[in-house]
């Protein structure tokens, strides 16, 4: 008569899994998972039950490992998908936070057995888990770059949902004065986000970057954006032509797909080509901008002065920052035209970088405009014109 026991062949799996078995009560999961790997099963679970069958060993209370662990997931199931309810996905990752004490007696076993090259308890949990949850919502599994990642922590019993970062590039113009570029910090968490400012990072939106970002928290549902601006302008400055560029890093979105228009008004700033990409350029991004400047005296200056300002076009203009170190900075073109005795309109077209005010009035910045006029000079407003790259 034919053998039809499909563990025929495998006696030292069943002479060591009776020795496992007269001191420990395992579950099929843990028990399958033991001898998996040398076997031609795919199921932990079916190989630990054919296991058991074979040497008519009765089934356990409570396995000594997993506390029966296994017998909860969909219950946990039922908690990833809760928690990833609002979230668009395609791509997954799980992972787990277990208790010490069953990774310890995972870990005293696989040792007092000699069980090498056998994956651990958490690898099992975090397996079955995915297997369940992909095949209810026909997510693909993806351990370098998923859309979504989640994390059972069962010492807590809670579900942690991170998504992607995402990254896009916009630029802004601004047509009214009064606005600044940057927005103040929430003064309860210093930026990092808390429940007081909805782990926004600030609470006020009376910025461009305020404005911005409170277009992307409702497009896009996410808690916190981190902005990189190419440059920077005064409160009181234009920002005209085809506008300031600038990046956002998106954290945690809850949704990916969103629909982006090519130009949208928030208040006194429109927002252009607003567009996903795929990741923020490191380093210095180099750029030029031209400007027009209203530089006003503090003596008289008279129009055979102010042709002296034509010494700065071309030259490098050398910046030093706070801690001392030098930068150069390019002036490509500069125009002038007196408004008054003490008064005078410049358009310049400059490398980025270059800080306007104190160009003008010469501080940490040689040659300024001050020097060259030889009188006390200050910049009562500048705008922006256009951004080049």
């Known amino acids: 008569m034919q053998n039809h026991n499909p563990l025929q062949k495998y006696d030292k799996i069943i002479t060591e899994s009776k ?31 054919e296991i058991r069958n074979s040497i008519n ?53 696989r040792s007092e057995f000699y069980l090498r090259g056998v994956d651990s308890i958490k690898t099992l949990v975090t397996r079955e888990l995915e297997k369940k949850f992909t095949k209810i919502t026909h997510g693909i ?23 992607r970062h995402l990254f896009l590039y916009g630029r802004y113009t601004k047509s009214k004065r ?15 986000g808390c429940l007081f400012c909805d782990n926004h990072g600030i609470i006020s939106f009376d910025s461009v970057e305020g404005k911005i970002s409170k277009i992307l928290y409702k497009k896009f549902q996410t808690e916190h954006v981190k902005f990189t601006w190419m ?3 005064d409160k009181k400055s234009l920002v005209l032509g085809n506008g300031r560029p600038f990046f956002a890093k998106l954290i945690s979105p809850k949704k990916s797909d969103v629909l982006l228009p090519k130009k949208s008004r928030q ?33 008289k200056i008279t129009s055979e002065k102010l042709k002296e300002l034509k010494h700065l076009d071309g030259i490098p203009i050398i910046v030093t920052d706070e801690r001392g170190i030098r930068h150069k900075k390019i002036i490509h073109s500069l125009k002038y035209k007196k408004e008054s005795a003490r008064s005078f ?16 009035e010469g501080i940490n910045v040689d040659p300024s405009i001050g020097k060259i006029l030889d009188t006390k000079c200050s910049c009562r407003q500048f705008d922006i014109n256009q951004i080049l790259p």
């Open 57 to 109: 060993a009765k089934d356990t209370a409570q396995c000594y490992i997993c506390k029966d662990i296994f017998s909860l997931s969909d219950f946990y199931v039922k908690m990833m998908l809760d928690a990833s309810d609002k979230y668009q996905f395609s791509t997954i990752l799980v992972g787990t936070i277990l208790k010490q004490s069953i990774t310890e007696r995972d870990d005293k076993i």
């Open 345 to 360: 309109f410049v358009i310049l077209e400059a490398d980025g970088g270059l800080p306007i005010k104190r160009f003008v």
């Open 231 to 233: 440059g920077s302008e």
């Open 267 to 299: 208040d006194e700033i429109i927002i252009h080509d607003l567009r996903k990409i795929d990741h923020i350029p490191k380093g210095t991004i180099p750029f030029k901008s031209k400007i027009t400047l209203l530089i006003e005296t503090k003596n």
């Open 178 to 192: 009064g606005l600044s570029q940057k927005q103040k910090s929430c003064e309860d968490c210093y930026g990092r």
């Open 19 to 49: 020795s496992i078995l007269e001191q420990y009560d395992l579950c099929d999961y843990c028990l399958g998972r033991f001898f998996i790997k040398k076997t031609n099963f795919s199921s932990v679970k079916k190989l630990g039950r």
């Open 141 to 163: 599994i993806d351990h370098l770059s998923p859309d979504i990642t989640l994390t059972i922590n069962f010492k807590t019993e809670h579900c942690d949902v991170k998504t």
